[in-house]
């Protein structure tokens, strides 16, 4: 393993955001010692894709780091995400073994090479994130004595998940093994419960949160022509072709839509986009690091899906003053007001969909009143520092202690990763 310098904290994916965190008040430590020189073990499988499970761990890294903290993420490879935490200044481990596939062979390499690595780094807490590798990371930690905790993001056994029923078996069989498992949405939680992977008191739900952008980035939702925007790799998580239908359905309003992602589906996404003679007013810009600036341009925020957990997507365009359409799965209600900082609409719900569209494209006067009411909703609800906290509250009940949060470095001061030779 070797060291490497970087001065350049805030990640690029978010243009000039730092991560400013309040100091803790004595109220929030409830008169309690904290003992400084807390470590965090950070284990993920997934490095070829830089989305909502990448973010949170990387922000959530580099305030701790800038606490005085030791982090550590344990990953699975080298791709985008490992190239944005070395940018990012966040230290991480490529795992050859932890991988994203169910494969018992491998599986059984991926716990011991990462039970090693867990042994040399000598974590207080072991934090895991994604379903594969919070059922590997939690048993890795749990033989070597070390409190886990698992944020799923969003259940890989819900309606419509590829091979649901195994990974439902999965999660009962690795409750034992964590002291907690935090849900980014209420509805989460109450999908835990009653598919018997963790009692009332095991399960917690902390929303995501966003830190904040410039004003600049702040979007113009009574703009016309109306430019739609949705953020969302072509997989079958997100349902590109209900959205494409309905907006079928409007090509007598001035609209365009800007697709954010890329993904194994496109090529079926392309050709539904040909098929209903919208080549002229759908772009597939593919995976683009500029998505606050691309917000900020856009009238109205849509993301149209089969399954969600919390869309950290909703969150952002609320930040940047967006309306926002988004389809009635997991969390997406806690954060969309229906009628009142956008729209909710039923899955695959074609014409229902197409209504909502057709209302917000046809009226600028909603569009800013709904994307000001979005924006109080982020101001008061969906903040970084709130997510921080209750994060770290849980974690302080995991092991017992409490872990202060309050900075001790400057957000320009060098940081040093560590890369697996």
């Known amino acids: 393993m070797e060291f490497t310098a970087s001065a350049n904290l805030p990640g690029n994916v978010y243009p000039d955001v730092s991560l400013p965190f309040a100091p803790a008040s004595s109220s929030d430590l409830r008169g309690a010692p904290v003992q400084p020189g807390f470590r965090v073990a950070f284990v993920v499988t997934r490095s070829d894709s830089f989305g909502g499970s990448s973010v949170h761990i990387r922000d959530l890294a580099r305030v701790l780091m800038q606490a005085g903290h030791e982090v550590m993420v344990f990953i699975g490879g080298e791709g985008p995400v490992t190239e944005a935490y070395r940018e990012a200044g966040v230290p991480y481990v490529a795992l050859r073994h932890l991988i994203r596939k169910i494969s018992p062979l491998t599986d059984v390499r991926g716990i011991l090479e990462l039970r090693g690595a867990l042994r040399k780094f000598k974590p207080d807490l072991v934090s895991t994130h994604t379903s594969k590798a919070g059922f590997l990371g939690r048993l890795a930690a749990w033989s070597l004595g070390i409190p886990a905790v698992y944020t799923p993001h969003c259940w890989s056994f819900t309606d419509g998940f590829p091979g649901a029923r195994v990974y439902l078996w999965a999660e009962r069989l690795a409750r034992p093994f964590g002291r907690r498992i935090i849900m980014v949405s209420e509805a989460e939680r109450c999908e835990g419960i009653k598919g018997r ?41 997100k349902d590109h072709l209900t959205l494409f239908r309905a907006l079928a359905q409007l090509k007598d309003l001035p609209w365009t839509l800007d697709n954010i992602g890329d993904g194994p589906l496109r090529p079926q996404v392309e050709a539904a986009v040909h098929e209903l003679g919208l080549g002229g007013r759908i772009n597939l810009h593919g995976y683009q690091r500029d998505v606050v600036e691309r917000m900020s341009q856009s009238q109205v925020f849509v993301l149209i899906s089969n399954w969600e957990g919390f869309s950290r997507s909703i969150i952002e365009a609320m930040r940047a003053g967006l309306p926002v359409i988004a389809s009635a799965v997991g969390g997406n209600a806690e954060a969309v007001e229906d009628g009142r900082t956008g729209f909710i609409v039923q899955r695959a719900d074609v014409d229902g969909l197409a209504q909502r569209l057709r209302a917000l494209i046809d009226d600028p006067a909603l569009r800013g009143k709904f994307g000001a009411a979005g924006r109080r909703r982020y101001e008061e609800n969906f903040t970084f520092n709130q997510m921080a906290r209750k994060t770290v509250e849980v974690w302080e009940s995991a092991v017992g202690r409490k872990i202060s949060i309050q900075p001790r470095v400057s957000a320009g001061a060098p940081v040093y990763a560590l890369r697996a030779a």
Do not use: C, I, Y
């Open 197 to 237: 992977v963790g009692s009332p008191g095991h399960l917690v739900t902390v929303h995501n949160g966003m830190p904040d952008v410039p004003e600049r980035f702040r979007a113009h939702p009574e703009l016309s022509p109306v430019r739609l925007m949705m953020v969302g790799r072509f997989e079958k998580q």
